[in-house]
């Protein structure tokens, strides 16, 4: 097969071969985005409780995301540098399905416990080494800049679907199965073991290039190779584009969290009808389709407008779902303008702006760093999921929610309403505020132009 045969082959099947871990450990995001609402309605477990049990599990990811991403930056193993890391989404559907296995007969005490050490397991360890070999899987696996490009754009297509279709089924199963004794295993299990496996493709089919015709290790300065943690966490400390682009996706992370955990209660209590949330869970099936302008925005306009134009569309969306109560048009109406292509398009592009970061930094300080630069990031994303949980369960608790109780406090449903709307629209502001000093995208575009 001719050089250009393999390319243009390789540019067929690598996009969608790349998506599969994204959208499994998507769905498996998805799903414990509902540890609240499993913990307080199944558990009865108090509110402030599990928000303080979760936020602090968070406490742990800022010292496990930089380990991680430094043992990354230290691997040469016979599978690459990132790719072996993709081994831990196995562990990750397991101690998932376990999460929401929780015995009973534990009492208040073992039952928290039990929540907090497998919460603080899946997302302090597994994940951690899932997101922050991401981006240096990415680099690595592929040098053409259009190639990634459609690699994020298939991503994010799948990474959108498949979660939809989750939030489709799983209300549904949440109001029959979930109360029912054994019911949340069983869903974990549905979910689980087919996404286990589909997540598994892009492991076994994408390698890592490798540098010439020598092995990374031999190729790798000496300086480089004997780089101490002290100086690769110098070196992103003094990368502020990066640190840019991480405010930026804590506060995503923080508005599709709250969003979704609190779309739970929300449709509980203010529509009445946990099941309509499906409703909402159909209109994800349309907003992947935005992502297919996303190369020609990288093209044209550059990635990081497409971003800034979801924000302000999410920005209306979420008003307008304030206002709407129980009116499912309005709730419709203002759910479809704040999904597409909506805040989470710096999740679903994200990698692209961290590769940036990673030559940027190089270029500013004279060192490689990949695997802490993407830890930095992928901390943020966690840390914004559990700051989402966190913060819920403490804005409920101080507005009088009663976990289990037929009808809530005006205060309460007030809560919910806000969280579920204007909280998130007053994110997605700030979110605007803060890339506006994201800056790579153009100064990469303006040297490229004076070089022409």
Partial sequence: ???????????????????????????????????????????????????????????????TDLVAGFI??????????????????????????????????????????YLFVLFLLINAVCVTFLSSSESVYLARSTKDEGLRAKALTAAGI??????????????????????????????????????????????????EIEVGNQSEKEKMPIAQEKLSFKDSFGSIMKNKQLWVLTAAALLCAVNNGLTAATGSYYFEYIVGDLEKMSIVGT????????????????????????????????????????????????????????????ASALMMIGSIFVIQCMDHGEKKTGIRVEGMVNSVYGFATKVGGGVASGLLGVIMAMAGFISG?????GSALMAVRMGYSLVPAVICGLMLIILHFYTLERDNMRDAAEKE
């Fill in 1 to 63: 097969m001719t050089e250009a045969k393999s390319v243009k082959k390789k540019n067929r099947w690598y996009p969608w071969a790349w998506s599969t871990r994204g959208f499994a450990l998507g769905v498996n995001s998805l799903l414990l985005m509902q540890v609240t609402f499993y913990a307080t309605e199944y558990l009865k477990l108090a509110p402030a409780l599990v928000g303080m049990l979760l936020l602090v599990t968070k406490l742990f990811d800022g010292v």
């Fill in 72 to 113: 990354i930056d230290k691997t040469n193993s016979r599978w690459g540098k990132a790719r072996p890391y993709e081994l831990f989404l196995i562990p990750t559907w397991i101690l998932t399905i376990l999460l929401f296995s929780s015995p009973m007969g534990l009492g208040t005490t073992g039952r928290a416990a």
């Fill in 158 to 207: 799948m990474a959108t679907l498949f979660p939809t279709v989750v939030s489709i089924i799983l209300p549904i199963l949440m109001a029959t199965w979930g109360t029912q004794p054994g019911g949340w295993t069983k869903i974990m299990l549905v979910f689980g073991v087919p996404f286990t496996i589909v997540g598994m493709i892009r492991f076994l089919c994408i390698k």
């Fill in 283 to 342: 209109l994800g099936i349309f907003t992947p389709f935005v992502l297919l302008l996303f190369p020609l925005a990288v093209r044209k306009v550059c990635g990081m407008n497409f971003v800034r134009i979801g924000l302000v569309t999410a920005i209306i969306g979420n008003v307008i779902k304030y206002f709407a109560g129980a009116n499912m048009g309005m709730i419709l109406a203002g759910s479809i303008i704040s999904m597409i292509p909506g």
């Fill in 405 to 409: 109780a037929a009808e809530q406090s």
